[in-house]
């Protein structure tokens, strides 16, 4: 949980690094915060705007994310419009989403930190 946190105190910050742990974490948080909202509009129909309302919040923080994993494997936060190009995009989004980061020091900034309380 504290990996989805310090996605959100990160708001939109879109210089530095986010290694794969804080990438991957704050995505399955999210994926599973979104089931949530979704199971909970089934049941109870009027707050079906939920879904919608945490979908525009995650935007920024997702997008920031993004950039900064991008960062952690030394591209440019630009690369992010690959994801534009049908099926390719994403594909080679999702390959360097999977790649490890550098070991050191980047164009980027510093390696970050494994742990989510630094």
Do not use: C
């Not at 705007?49 to 997702?62: E, N, S």
Request: proline fraction near 7%; charged fraction near 15%; aromatic fraction near 18%.
């Amino acid at each position: 949980m504290e990996w989805y946190l310090q996605v959100w105190r990160k708001y939109a910050v879109f210089d530095g690094r986010a290694n794969r742990p804080e990438f991957w974490m704050f995505q399955l948080f999210n994926w599973l915060a979104g089931f949530a909202l979704w199971i909970v509009t089934l049941i109870i129909h009027p707050l079906g705007f939920l879904v919608g309302l945490y979908g525009l919040a995650v935007i920024i923080p997702t997008l920031a994310l993004q950039v900064r994993r991008l960062h952690d494997t030394n591209r440019s936060g630009w690369w992010i419009f690959i994801n534009l190009v049908p099926v390719v995009g994403g594909i080679v989004l999702f390959v360097f989403d999977v790649l490890p980061g550098d070991w050191n020091d980047n164009n980027y900034g510093p390696r970050p930190s494994e742990s989510p309380l630094v």
